[in-house]
């Protein structure tokens, strides 16, 4: 690919000519095919399953339109499900892991990602279920989902203490994890993966961790494949072009759509966990795409451009609030020291001004002011041309995906707006805005059960449990702290690394805490509570949680230890 490509998200290849001729699996990936017989060895070097050719294949050679970009997500899923559809496809051991990968292909996977029409990410894993090791990982889901299904009280995940068939389903699910762990250690040893398998691989721990419950080993293995990219993408001259989250340098090697999903899990991590990296490290990361926000166009082409646009901006800005020191890291489903206070403050944005202002501009962004004002500007030039889109496309306006990004807009300015003000009272001045939050979450969640036709216990992504939780802890109004709560507890569900009934019951407890020092039906600023430390037995679904209360004495100000254990 070349050095001088356009960085914006159409990346266009130079236009050419390109052969019909090739197999059925390049396609369907939509990669140049070597065409060798009887195996392609493009799919050989992938360690992906060859599907052959078809039959009296034209001959005549046509030009190849521009490249789409990979996160157009066109690709038809029923001509890979169909690829995978026969029972002599695969190898299985016996007719429960075939049933387990049946209902992983039919249902799990729309449900785990279902906010997007991700077809060509569903492929993807299809396809790499060839793989043995990566097969034996998504039985294993499948036979989780299946644990889920048969639990008659969905509001836990806590399998070993239902009936004994769930128990079953959950033993089997443990069982092809354990193998596919050892078949991915055999390979590792053998030197056979390669960086995408390795990836995809990767990929498939995270989901069956976070669906499990285990998120310090998903969050290892998130960090794991980040690394591995960046190390990769180094390799090439011009990768400050397709920064994490984006676009891949090669997606030949490595897909778009890869190298998105793990920027999409970096956004995640670091929202509910520490990181490891020095300031330093985050100041460089939050430079990361400057040139591809700049030529960001004023009305993007789909919503999931949209979004592409969206998780980038968010990776900036959660680098820069780690510079600063006011990342925001609630407890939820974490073992955690402490829990960093939301810092606060407003400020009037023009997006017109967004391109005459850079993080790399000298000293008009030396002061954590103008870099506040600067990541302001950018969020709601990606607002504006979201609007356009949505003016544009005004079916858009009432889907799901709409739902989540406004969701995700909302919560983030308001997180943003009042990231410097470093008094929590200063929420007051939002209470508009909670309700609204509140509102949309309870809107996104009536779609996404309506789309899925049940209660959907697992996501992929972040959804609605995060901007909940932050309305139940910063907003100071009763009537509306509860309704944040009572909203967690009532749609039970997991989404990547939170538990909305771990969420709803620890926010219980601290609003509980904090109202006993009410004044006039609102809690003082003195009386919030600062910093929550959790410590968990997964298996149990048992938490125990401390906090410092602020408490008067005849001295002055102090606080005292309390400490809670709660299960869901």
């Known amino acids: 690919m070349n050095e001088t490509k356009q960085v914006a998200i159409k990346r266009k290849r130079a236009s050419g000519k390109h052969s019909r001729k090739g197999c059925g699996t390049c396609k369907i990936r939509r990669v140049k095919c070597d065409e060798t017989r009887p195996i392609c060895q493009r799919c050989v070097k992938f360690g992906i399953k060859c599907d052959g050719y078809p039959p009296n294949e034209p001959s005549q050679r046509q030009a190849s339109p521009p490249r789409r970009p990979s996160n157009s997500w066109s690709a038809p899923l029923d001509a890979a499900i169909a690829l995978l559809d026969l029972p002599n496809t695969y190898s299985f051991d016996n007719e429960d892991e075939f049933q387990y990968f049946s209902l992983f292909r039919d249902k ?32 294993a889901i499948g036979a989780l989902d299946k644990t889920c299904m048969t639990v008659n009280d969905q509001r836990a995940l806590c399998f070993d203490r239902h009936t004994v068939n769930a128990t079953s389903h959950h033993q089997n699910a443990i069982k092809e994890y354990i193998k596919a762990i050892r078949i991915m250690k055999e390979e590792v040893a053998s030197g056979q993966p390669s960086l995408r398998t390795t990836l995809l691989t990767c990929l498939v721990i995270v989901c069956f961790e976070y669906f499990h419950g285990n998120y310090r080993l998903a969050d290892a293995q998130i960090h794991k494949g980040i690394a591995l990219i960046d190390n990769w993408r180094r390799s090439f ?22 190298i998105q999903v793990f920027g999409q899990l970096e956004v995640q991590s670091l929202c509910f966990a520490g990181d490891p990296r020095t300031p330093a490290m985050h100041w460089k990361l ?61 400020s009037c944005v023009d997006h017109s001004q967004l391109r005459h202002l850079s993080p790399e501009s000298g000293s008009s962004v030396s002061d954590r002011a103008a870099q506040h004002r600067f990541h302001l500007e950018e969020f709601y030039h990606w607002k504006y041309c979201f609007d356009n889109f949505l003016e544009r496309e005004p079916a858009q306006k ?70 909940l939780y932050f309305t139940a802890l910063s ?84 606080t005292r230890e309390r400490r809670q254990t709660i299960t869901w």
């Open 108 to 139: 799990t996977i729309f449900q785990i990602i279902p906010y997007f029409d991700q077809t060509p990410f569903r492929t993807l894993i299809l396809q790499a279920c060839d793989i043995s090791s990566i097969r034996h990982a998504v039985i």
């Open 237 to 258: 001259p011009y990768a400050h072009q397709h920064p994490l989250g984006f676009s891949s340098p090669a997606p030949d090697i490595v897909e778009d759509q890869l």
């Open 286 to 346: 939050r430079n990361e795409g400057t040139a591809i926000i700049r030529n960001m166009p004023d009305c993007f082409d789909n919503i999931y451009d949209a979004k592409i646009y969206q998780a980038l901006i968010l990776r900036r800005l959660q680098h820069w609030q780690f510079c600063i020191g006011a990342n925001y890291s609630p407890p939820i489903s974490r073992e955690v020291d402490a829990e960093k206070e939301v810092w606060g403050a407003t």
């Open 398 to 467: 009432n889907t799901l995906a709409t739902a989540l990004l406004v969701l995700c807009f909302m919560t983030t300015n308001l997180h943003l707006s009042t990231a410097l003000a470093g008094d929590a009272t200063i929420y007051d001045q939002y209470t508009k805005e909670f309700v609204e939050i509140v509102e949309h979450c309870e809107k996104t969640l009536v779609l996404l059960h309506k789309k899925a036709d049940q209660k959907v216990v697992f996501t992929f992504d972040s959804g609605t449990i995060l901007p």
């Open 475 to 558: 907003c100071r109004v009763p009537k509306i702290r509860r309704r944040a709560i009572s909203v967690l507890l009532a749609w039970p569900r997991r989404e990547g690394v939170s538990d909305s009934l771990f969420a709803g019951k620890s926010a219980e407890w601290i609003v509980g805490i904090e109202e006993e020092n009410m004044e006039d039906g609102y809690v003082p600023g003195w009386a919030r509570v600062k910093y929550v430390g959790t410590s968990f037995s997964l298996l149990d679904r048992r938490a125990e949680l401390v906090c410092n209360q602020p408490i008067l004495t005849p001295d002055g100000k102090s």
